[in-house]
C-alpha cells in the first residue's frame, strides 16, 4: 500500500513516469519480456539575477562592472556562471526499462542516456576548476561523477530476480544486483530511513523531466522478502558495494559546495582569485577520497499488518556506511600555508539506524503515514571554515587547535573532520483525495511535517559544525575578536547546524481530464518551509522556502508536457535563495 501511495505522489510531480501501455514480446524457450521508456527534451532558465547577498567577494572582483559580493572565500562562481534568463541547462535524455521473465525468474534493468547542449557548450562568465577558470569559455566535466557529467550513458538499476510462493500463503521474493529499496514512511522529506540505504543523485534529480527514481542511487545488494499470509513479513538486504552521494559539479547552477564534488580538486580561502591560486598552485590540493568500505552493509525489516486497524507497522535495524563526505586533512609540513596541507574527502563507515514506520488508511481517500529513526552514531562534519583555517594558518589559538589539537598533529598525520553523536529524525503526513471537487476529476493533498535533534551537540562557542564556508567563523571561548564580514551572518552563532530543526512540506494536485482536445490537464502546487533551526544533513535550513507552482499536460497515453516555476526565498544561511528558474518539458512515452 505505501508504495502504492508513493508513486501515485511522485508521479503527479513527474511528467515522465512510465504510466503507459509497454512493449510486450517473446524471445521463445518461455522467455517473456516487456520493454517501456521515455524520451524528454527540456530546458531550465534562470529567472533571476545573481545577489550579492549570496556570493563572494573575490569571484565577483574577476567580472568587471559586477556589483562586490558580500560573502568571504571563493564561493560564487556557479552563481556568476548564469545571468537572468540564460539556460542553465537543456537536456534531451531517454530512460528506458526492459523486464525479461522465465518461469519464476527474471532480470529488470534501467537505464539513462542524456546529452546537455547548454553546459560544456555554452560560453560561462566565470568558469569552474576543471576548465581552469577560464572566463567566456563552456564549462567542463572533465573528472565528474557519471551521472554529473553533462553528456553520459548510464546502466542503472541491474538485478536478477526469482519469486517462489509456498502453502499457506507464504512468499519468498529474491533479487540480487543494483536496485533500489522503498523502505521508511516518509514521501516528501529527506534524510530519513531510505536515506540510510541509498545515496542521493541530486545532478539527476534536477535535469528537467526527472524521474522520482533518478533521485538515489541502486546499491548492489541481496535482497530477500519473505511474507506470511496478509499479516507478517520479514525483509533483509546484504551489500556488497558502497556509493557515495553524487553532488552538483562544481560551477553548474546548482552547486553551493565547490571544493566538495568529485573531480572539483581544489580549495582556497580569500586573499586572491581562484584563478591566480590554481596559476601560482597556491591553493590546497585533493588526495585521493577514502571510499567506504564495500562490506559491512546489511539490513533487516519485520512487518505487521494490524487489520482490525486497517494499519501497517514496520520495524527496521541496519548497519550502512555515509553516503554524505566530510573533510580528511593530510599535513603536509608544519610551516603554516596553504601547502601545508592537502584535503579530501572520507565516507565515515558503521553508522546504525534504528526505526519504524506505519501507515494507518482511515477510508478509501484518505491515509496517516510516518516513521521515526534513532542513529547513535551518525557522523557530523565539523564546520568547514574552522577546519581549512585551522590548518592552513596552524594558529595554536584556532578553534579546532584548542578544542582538538590539531597543532600537535605531525608531518604525515591525518584529521577526519567529523564527530559522531546520537540523531532522531522523523516524520508525519497525511493525504487525501477529493473526487469531483471544485471541477476536477479528483484533487489530491499530501502533507508532511518532520524533524530532526542532534543529542549532547555542544555550545558553538566550543565548536561548531555544519554553515557553508563563505559564512566564514565566529567568536569562540580562548579565540581572537572576531572580524564581522557580513553583518548578521558571520561572527554570530547562527546557522550551524541546532540540536533541534523541523519542517513542512506540502504538495497538491488537480486532475482535469479531457479538457480540450482530449488533453488531460494536471495542476499541482508543491510548497517547503524550513520552520526552525539547521539539520545536520542539509534537510532544514531556517527560513528557507520553495514554492513550485507547475502545470502538466497529458495528450493521449504517450505524450506529455511539463511547465514548472521554482522560487526560492528565505533562510539568513540559503545560498540558493536568488537561484529561481523556469523549467519546461516536452515527452513521449512507450
Not at 609540513?333 to 592537502?342: A, D, H, K, Q
Request: aromatic residues 12%.
Amino acid at each position: 500500500m505505501k508504495k502504492i501511495r508513493k508513486t501515485l505522489f511522485l508521479c503527479a510531480t513527474s511528467a515522465a513516469c512510465f504510466q503507459t501501455h509497454a512493449i510486450d514480446f517473446s524471445l521463445g524457450e518461455g522467455i517473456r519480456g516487456q520493454l517501456n521508456g521515455a524520451v524528454t527534451l527540456g530546458a531550465q532558465f534562470r529567472a533571476e539575477s545573481a545577489s550579492p547577498d549570496v556570493y563572494a567577494d573575490w569571484p565577483s572582483r574577476a567580472l568587471p562592472g559586477l556589483t562586490r559580493g558580500q560573502l568571504q572565500g571563493q564561493t560564487g562562481g556557479s552563481d556568476l556562471n548564469f545571468g537572468k534568463g540564460d539556460p542553465v541547462s537543456n537536456v534531451l535524455k531517454a530512460v528506458v526499462e526492459l523486464d525479461l521473465k522465465k518461469d519464476n525468474f527474471g532480470l529488470f534493468l534501467r537505464g539513462s542516456a542524456w546529452n546537455d547542449f547548454a553546459l560544456g557548450q555554452k560560453n560561462v562568465a566565470y568558469g569552474n576548476y576543471p576548465n581552469g577558470f577560464q572566463a567566456n569559455q563552456p564549462l567542463s566535466d572533465r573528472g565528474f561523477a557519471s551521472s554529473a557529467q553533462f553528456s553520459n550513458a548510464e546502466l542503472r538499476d541491474a538485478f536478477f530476480y526469482g519469486q517462489f510462493k509456498g502453502a499457506d500463503q507464504t512468499e519468498l521474493d529474491i533479487r540480487v544486483g543494483r536496485q533500489l529499496l522503498d523502505w521508511g514512511g516518509s514521501v516528501l522529506h529527506t534524510g530519513g530511513i531510505n536515506a540510510g540505504i541509498h545515496a542521493s543523485d541530486y545532478p539527476s534529480q534536477q535535469r528537467p523531466g526527472a524521474l522520482s527514481s533518478e533521485g538515489k542511487l541502486p546499491l548492489g545488494m541481496l535482497n530477500a522478502k519473505w511474507a506470511t499470509g496478509k499479516l507478517w513479513s520479514l525483509e533483509g538486504f546484504v551489500a556488497y558495494e558502497s556509493r557515495s552521494a553524487v553532488l552538483p559539479g562544481c560551477g553548474t547552477y546548482f552547486d553551493v559546495s565547490s571544493f566538495a564534488p568529485q573531480g572539483c580538486d581544489f580549495a582556497a580561502l580569500a586573499g586572491a582569485s581562484e584563478r591566480s591560486f590554481l596559476s601560482s598552485g597556491s591553493y590546497l590540493h585533493r588526495n585521493t577520497d577514502v571510499k567506504a568500505s564495500r562490506s559491512g552493509q546489511y539490513g533487516v525489516s519485520l512487518g505487521y499488518k494490524a487489520q482490525p486497524w486497517d494499519a501497517d507497522f514496520k520495524l527496521y535495524a541496519m548497519n550502512t556506511h555515509s553516503t554524505l563526505p566530510s573533510l580528511r586533512m593530510t599535513i603536509n609540513t608544519t610551516t603554516p600555508g596553504l601547502r601545508l596541507v592537502n584535503y579530501s574527502m572520507v565516507y565515515p563507515e558503521d553508522v546504525s539506524l534504528f526505526g519504524v514506520s506505519f501507515l494507518k488508511k482511515f477510508s478509501q481517500t484518505s491515509r496517516v503515514f510516518g516513521e521515526v529513526a534513532y542513529r547513535p552514531d551518525q557522523p557530523i562534519h565539523l564546520n568547514a571554515y574552522d577546519v581549512l583555517s585551522g590548518f592552513v594558518t596552524r594558529s595554536p589559538t584556532s578553534v579546532l587547535a584548542l578544542h582538538k589539537g590539531i597543532g600537535t598533529i605531525p608531518a604525515g598525520g591525518t584529521f577526519d573532520a567529523y564527530d559522531r553523536f546520537g540523531v532522531v529524525t522523523g516524520s508525519l503526513g497525511v493525504d487525501m483525495v477529493y473526487p469531483k471537487f471544485m471541477g476536477a476529476d479528483r484533487v489530491v493533498w499530501l502533507a508532511e511535517v518532520g524533524f530532526s535533534q542532534v543529542n549532547g551537540l555542544p555550545d558553538t562557542s566550543v565548536l561548531r559544525y555544519g554553515r557553508a564556508l563563505p559564512y566564514n567563523g565566529a567568536a569562540y571561548v580562548g579565540g581572537a575578536a572576531c572580524l564581522d564580514a557580513v553583518p548578521g551572518k558571520t561572527c554570530t552563532s547562527d546557522g550551524y547546524i541546532s540540536q533541534r530543526a523541523w519542517g513542512l512540506k506540502m504538495l497538491v494536485t488537480a486532475t482535469y481530464s479531457q479538457t480540450i482536445l482530449g488533453i488531460t490537464l494536471i495542476p499541482s502546487i508543491l510548497w517547503t518551509k524550513d520552520v526552525k533551526g539547521y539539520s545536520y544533513d542539509g534537510a532544514y535550513s531556517e527560513g528557507r522556502t520553495l514554492l513550485r507552482p507547475a502545470l502538466r499536460a497529458e495528450i493521449g497515453q504517450n505524450y506529455f508536457a511539463e511547465i514548472q516555476y521554482s522560487r526560492f526565498s528565505g533562510g539568513r544561511y540559503n545560498l540558493l535563495v536568488d537561484r529561481d528558474f523556469v523549467s519546461v518539458m516536452v515527452g513521449v512515452r512507450f
